[in-house]
């Protein structure tokens, strides 16, 4: 027999503390959801293809040409969506801080002489 061979301990540390790293424990929780073992439902394939027909039922329904020579359609609404919010305060306040702002370093007449010009040109 001859002499075992010396293994650098701490590379093999350093390669299990690198593996021990990249594994992920999976929670007994997770085996029980379909998904994370890559199988689908049926039933959630079958509902998105209703979607996808609803979709382009919609489509087709509220297609139109306009007089500009363009398309338009509806957008569809989604059936448990609630009303937006218009952010009108915020905005307001917003514009009334940067108005002060620009009325503090004397900017105001520099900006509004550039959103008149761009009105002046149609950009705006």
């Known amino acids: ?10 590379r093999a540390n350093l390669a299990m503390t690198v593996t021990s790293l990249l594994v992920k424990e999976a929670e007994i929780a997770d085996l029980w959801r379909l998904d994370v073992l890559g199988i ?3 039933m959630e394939k079958k509902s998105k293809q ?12 509220t297609v139109k040409f306009n007089q500009d020579n363009h398309y338009e359609v509806c957008l569809p609404c ?6 937006l919010l218009d952010n009108f305060n915020l ?3 917003r ?4 108005t002060e702002k620009f009325l503090s370093r004397n ?12 009105l002046d040109q149609g950009i705006m």
């Open 107 to 118: 900017l105001y007449d520099k900006y509004e002489n550039v959103f008149q010009e761009w």
């Open 40 to 42: 689908k439902d049926p």
């Open 50 to 61: 209703e979607i996808d027909l609803k979709t382009k039922e919609h489509f087709k329904e």
């Open 91 to 93: 905005s307001k306040k």
């Open 78 to 83: 989604a059936d448990d969506s609630s009303p």
């Open 95 to 98: 514009l009334e801080v940067t």
């Open 1 to 10: 027999m001859g002499k075992v061979p010396q293994v650098n301990t701490e």
